[in-house]
C-alpha cells in the first residue's frame, strides 16, 4: 500500500523550497484558517485531540506542551524551533529545512499564535550552511508577503522570527542547552524542573519544537485532528520521516505511518540488506536508542511498541547492521560519539563516558582484560540517572543493549583478541 | 530557581545586557572570517566589543567545535567518520586516502597552510553517506576519485 506523503509531499518538486511553490501547494492557508476561524485556546484542543507527540526524540505530546505554557497575555513568550539535528543516522530535519522551510515556518506561526508569542527563533546547527541560507531567504519572502511581522494578515497578530546559528555542539539539541546557546553561553543544559515551557529563555515561558514537529501543525489545521489521528497507532498518530541508513540497498528518508512494521521499512522502502546478507543489529531511532536484534524486525515503528521491546523511537533514525558487523566495533565507534559530546558539565558523564571508550577500545583491540564485560556495565550502572540531562543515559544505550543482545561477542573479543564475525 | 521567584516571572523583554550576549556566537563568527581564527586579538576585539570579559569569551569560543583558537588551513577538510558512513564502507578509506594524497595525519595542516584535515561525527547525511565537509560544503556519495578532483581543484591544480 502506497501512502500518501503528507511532510514530504513538496520535498521533489524543482523549487521546493521557494514561498510561490509552497503557495501553490496549498501553503499558508492553515494559517489563515488559524487565525480568522479558530482561537489560541481552540488550536491548543485541536493539537491536543491530534494526538501529535515530538519527533525530536522524547516523545511528548505537543498540546499537552503548549498548555504549559502560561495564558496571560502580558508575559513575554518565546517559539524555539530546534533544527540542531545532530543525532548519528538521523536527516530528516535538513530536508525538510532545505527542501520545504516554508512549512516549518507555517507551523511555527500558528505554535507561537496559539501560546501568545510574538518572537520566536530558529536555532540551526552550525554545519547546515545551506539550511542557513534556505532559513532566512524563505523567512524573508515570508515577510515580504505579510505572514511575519506586524498585523500578520490583518489578523492582529505580530511575529518575528529570526535565524541563531549554533557552532558545532550536539548537546545544543537538548532543549535546556539549546536555550543557553541562544543566550550566547556555552551549551550546558540546566536542570528540569523547571521546564521551559515556564521558564525558559530569559526566564521566560519558551516552547521548543523539532522541525519535524511543527511541520505537521499546518496539515492538523487544515484537515483537522479526527483526520490526523487516524494515521498511525493509537498512542501514536501521525506520519512519520524515518531514515534508513547502514547496511541498506536504498538508504533514504521514508515517510510512513508511525506503527509500520520495522521489516517492511527495511525490506520493502529500503530494498532489503545489501549483497543479501542477513541483519544482525537495528538501531530503530538514532545513535542514542538501545539496539534490536534480527529477532525484533516485526515491531511496529511506534512509541509503545517500541518500548514494550526495550527500545524507543526516537528521531526514528534507523540505522541497519548486517551479519558481518562488529558489534563491539559498532558499540565504540556510537560511544566515542557520546564521550566526545559530552559537554563535561555532569562528572559521571565527562569522565565515565571516556573510561567507557577506553575500555571498548581495548576489547576492540584485542587487548580485552578477564572481567571488562562486567567493568563495562558497571561504569554505565555509574553513569545512567547520574546525570542532569538525557546525554548521560543515551551514552550507555548501545553499550548495555549491545550486551544485552551479544555478550557472546564481547567474551569472544576478550578471549580470542579477534571478533567473531570475522572469522 | 525557587518558587517565590516564579511566582514574579515578570512580562518583559531581555534587558540590554541578555542581548548582548546573545550575539556572542555571530560576532565570534565574523570574528573568525575577519582574523582566520580566534587569536587572543580576536577574542579581545570580540569581547570588548560585547562587554564581556576575555575569559567569558574564550570559555565560550572554546565549547564550540566550529570555533577555532589555533590557526588552521584555508580549506578544513572535515570527513565524518560516523556509525552509517562506516557501515555504508568507504569513510575509512576516504581518510586514508586524503593523509597520503596531502601527506598529514587527521588534526594536522599541510605545510603551505591550504589544507587541515579533521574527522568528525554524523553530518545528518547518512543516507548519502560516505560524506565529507570543506569549509561550509557538504559533499556526499564521497569517493576517494571524487575526492582526489576536489582537492585538486580547491589546490588550483
Known sequence: MTFEKILLRNVDLPNSEKIDVYLERRGYQALRKALYVHTPEALINMVRKSGLRGRGGAGFPTGLKWSFVPKDSDVTKYVCVNTDEGEPGTFKDRLLVERDPHSVIEGTIITSYAVGAHRAFVYIRGEFFMGV????????????????????????????????????????????????????????????????????????????????????????VLRGPEWYAQIGAENSTGPKIFCVSGHVKRPGNYE??????????????????????????VIPGGASTPMLTAEHLDVSMDFESLAAVGSMLGTGGIIVMDEDTCIVDATLRLTRFFAHESCGKCTPCRVGTQRLVDILQRIEDGRGQEGDVDRVLGLCQGIMGHTFCALGDAAVNPTLSSIKHFREEYEYHIEHQRCIASS | MPPEELEDVPSRSPTEEQT???????????????????????????????????????????????????????????????????????????????????????????????????????????????????????????????ADRLLDQLAGR
Open chain 1, 256 to 281: 510512513l505511518p508511525l506503527g509500520t512494521p520495522l521489516r517492511e521499512i527495511i525490506y520493502d522502502h529500503a530494498g532489503g540488506i545489501r549483497d543479501d546478507k542477513e541483519v544482525k543489529a
Open chain 2, 20 to 146: 548582548r550576549r546573545s550575539m556572542l556566537l555571530t560576532a565570534l563568527y565574523i570574528a573568525q572570517e575577519q582574523y582566520g581564527y580566534l587569536s587572543e586579538e580576536a577574542l579581545q576585539r570580540t569581547a570588548e566589543r560585547l562587554n564581556i570579559s576575555l575569559k567569558d569569551a574564550y570559555s565560550t569560543a572554546s565549547f564550540y567545535s566550529l570555533f577555532q583558537i589555533q590557526p588552521l588551513g584555508r580549506y578544513v577538510i572535515q570527513v565524518c567518520e560516523g556509525l552509517s558512513c562506516h557501515l555504508a564502507g568507504g569513510a575509512e578509506r576516504l581518510v586514508e586516502y586524503i593523509q597520503r594524497k596531502l601527506g598529514i595525519e587527521v588534526g594536522q595542516t599541510t605545510p603551505d597552510r591550504l589544507f587541515t584535515l579533521q574527522t568528525v561525527q554524523c553530518l545528518a547525511s547518512c543516507g548519502t553517506s560516505p560524506t565529507l565537509r570543506i569549509n561550509d560544503e557538504l559533499y556526499e556519495d564521497m569517493t576517494p576519485e571524487k
Open chain 1, 133 to 220: 541560507k534556505r532559513w532566512m531567504k524563505a523567512i524573508d519572502d515570508a515577510y515580504a508577503r505579510g505572514f511575519l511581522g506586524k498585523d500578520i494578515l490583518g489578523s492582529g497578530f505580530d511575529l518575528d522570527l529570526s535565524v541563531h546559528r549554533g557552532a558545532g555542539a550536539y548537546i545544543c539539541g537538548e532543549e535546556t542547552a539549546l536555550l543557553e546557546s541562544l543566550e550566547g553561553k556555552r551549551g550546558e543544559p540546566r536542570p528540569k524542573p523547571p521546564y521551559p515551557a515556564q521558564v525558559g529563555l530569559y526566564g521566560q515561558p519558551t516552547l521548543v519544537h523539532n522541525v519535524e514537529t511543527l511541520a505537521n501543525i499546518p496539515h492538523i
